[in-house]
T-cell receptor, first 111, second 111 residues
């Protein structure tokens, strides 16, 4: 079964708007939560990652919010641009064990 | 630094055949992981190799196998191909067990 649940499946946002993608997990042993961005025909690229002892991490227009008690984390894309149109995956990992990925969210930014 | 390279990029096989995919990690990376990506199942972990030893394994049948060489290059093999094996096969390398860098993938089509 999917260890990381991701929503929504897809979203459309206007240029300049905010895109929000949510993920939830059950395994409290997860200690590393990355987000990947994937363009068609390419492999996923690491975008930003967070550890559970941090509640928020920001890199440029991308912010991860982490709620340990709720076992949820989210990606916010501020000032969304057409070049941000891609599929985004959240993931989680326990120690050196495998990465468990969410199902992905296709983001479309309308100019 | 050159990124992760995968060969071939595209492959067409028929049912019952076998296939070998190759992955060259980023120089200095000793861990190589393989993933299968399909529209229906998303990104699923196949296995991970570290210093020529399989360290983790996903829930795939024994038809899927892999190996890693002393120079950290890795190959994965799928025997007795089935239609459902059609997918994008992704290789990811890492220096630490956290940050994984993905290659562009090999698109396998089974007819």
């Amino acid at each position: 079964q999917q260890q990381v649940k991701q929503s929504p499946q897809s979203l459309i946002v206007q240029k300049g708007g905010i895109s929000i993608i949510n993920c939830a997990y059950e395994n409290t042993a997860f200690d590393y939560f990355p987000w990947y961005q994937q363009f068609p025909g390419k492999g996923p690229a690491l975008l930003i990652a967070i550890r559970p002892d941090v509640s928020e991490k920001k890199e440029g227009r991308f912010t991860i919010s982490f709620n340990k008690s709720a076992k949820q984390f989210s990606l916010h894309i501020m000032d969304s641009q057409p070049g941000d149109s891609a599929t985004y995956f959240c993931a989680a990992r326990q120690g050196d064990y495998k990465l468990s990925f969410g199902a992905g969210t296709t983001v479309t930014v309308r100019a | 630094k050159a990124g992760v390279t995968q060969t071939p990029r595209y492959l067409i096989k028929t049912r019952g055949q076998q296939v070998t995919l190759s992955c060259s990690p980023i120089s200095g990376h000793r861990s190589v992981s393989w993933y299968q990506q399909t529209p229906g199942q998303g990104l699923q972990f196949l296995f991970e190799y570290f210093s020529e030893t399989q360290r983790n394994k996903g829930n795939f049948p024994g038809r899927f196998s892999g190996r890693q060489f002393s120079n950290s290059r890795s190959e994965m093999n799928v025997s007795t191909l089935e239609l459902g094996d059609s997918a994008l096969y992704l290789c990811a390398s890492s220096f630490t067990y956290r940050e994984q860098f993905f290659g562009p993938g090999t698109r396998l089509t089974v007819l």
